[in-house]
């Protein structure tokens, strides 16, 4: 055993990718298996990258000639849907243009790739330069344990072992069950199915329509119509030549009304609003995933046992608060917080549990579970029937009365207001669902 | 913009090991659990890859060839009927994304 790795990372998304980078960092002996072709070959989302982040991992990536990520965001928007009109808030600010970016959109296939490469050349500079590896095409079928600690996982015929594992493995789980730290069956309760087209324009259309300069990029968020009175949303991220465009639905809702996400994505397609944003586009390529939506019940027991940690999607770090989905930022901080974890762990010479908890105690000390903790209310409340069909129709039919000028006497903006209000609810009712909004958010 | 179809959308997904005939399935239903013990039939609704179709006589059927490894149908199905793995990368099926 005397070639055993210090860690073995499962997963080469962003979670074990960002574990890995730290890791090489500081010198440390590890091998990073991903089952995918290459890093991002196996990887969906929607997907924003946000905060800054990014540029502790990899400083001023953006002077990189072909740095991964698409585009910057600087232009925000959300959508309130009925059967044929929208009501937006939108926000563009040329703050947002500052280094570093607070969001980059990201194409999985592409930015993991570039990623992986960045590890890499981390890796060529570390003592271990021989000795670490980032091995991709290669499924983990086992972690191995002995005496209740992960000493080392197979892969078909092959053993390798390690002094600590961290767990990047994405939402499907399998190896975090394995181990006991998450139940063998997980109830769709609480996840999500996402699907998605990249919608291909010629760039200039692109960056005309959306209004983009440069590197600049818009995200829409969608509410209403657009689900079918199915819970979740629709989303549309402007990437360099294309949009990637799509919904994410909760599958129980799904279930309980008999649709495909298939066919509700088309019935998004068909909206005349959608219809007019999306034209002339070409779908090249649609792709699916299951998604955490931030409640919390759906996570692991614990994300740490002995010799091993769990990052990212693998213990649900993500979470829809309303304002953004985040679980890339998730996963990118904890893969950081899991490999600073095993670093210290080897300083102690102490891979136990009484050690590895430390990683338990910097997630709670991070925005990560500050933030999960802090908007279980809001996750919740964006998943009420109210706000995916109440709000919406309501936004859209005051809309319709307060932008449309008929040469007739007009009445006032609150009269106008208690009119849609009493069509698609009531003061009450909106009261109620007013202060649960304002306590949660 | 054209109404696509879910074969046309599939028909954008770039499957592996398409030259081998045959690939080992990663995903076991047990369909008499699906047909006999379940009401709700969700499978049927929520894959996006609609490899789980219901026929004329309201039977469940399973393929896997078309599976785009998004995992939804192992959360779905609350009756023990699905037992899910990630394809084996030689000999399996499975997917690689140009965009992802």
Redesign the interface.
Known sequence: MEDKFDCIVIGGGIAGLSAAMTLARNDMKFLLIE???FS??????GGVLWGEGLSKLVPNYWEDEDAGFERFINHRRLTFMDGDSSFSIDFKSESFNEKPYKGVIV????F?NWLAEKVQEAIDQSKYSEESFLAP???VEEVLMKDGKAVGIRAGEEEFFADSIILAEG??N?LTRQVGLQDS????DY?A?G?K???KYEQSVLEDRFQLNGLSGMSNEFIGTATMGVEGGGFLYTNRD?I?FGLVLG?IS??D??????DVL?HF??HPVI?DI????E????????VSTGEMKVMPKEVFTDGLLVAGEAANLLMNSGKAIQGMDYAMHSGVLAAETIIEAKDKGDFSKTTLKVYRDKLENSFILKDMKNFQDAVHFLHSPQMFETVPSLVCDFGKQFFSIKNEPTPKTREMLTKSIKKHSSYWELIKLGIKGAKSL | ?K??S?AE??G??NY?NQSKTEAKPHILVDTDICNHTCD?K?TT??????CYTLDEVGKVHFQFEDC?????C???C?K?AVT??????EIGR???????
């Open positions: 089952r995918g072709e991002g070959a196996k990887n969906v989302s194409l999985r296939a592409k993991d095409n290669i499924l939402v499907n399998l069956y997980v109830p769709a996840l199915v699907v087209e990249i919608i294309s990637s599958m799904l279930r009304a008999k649709l495909t996400p298939y088309n397609k068909e219809q999306l034209r002339g586009g779908v090249v390529e649609y792709s699916a995933h299951a | 913009m109404k696509l879910i959308r599939l954008m997904v592996l709700h969700a609704y929520v894959c996006p890859a609609q785009i490894e998004c995992g939804t192992m959360y779905a609350d023990g899910w793995n990630y394809p084996d990368p499975g997917v690689k994304w140009n965009f992802g």
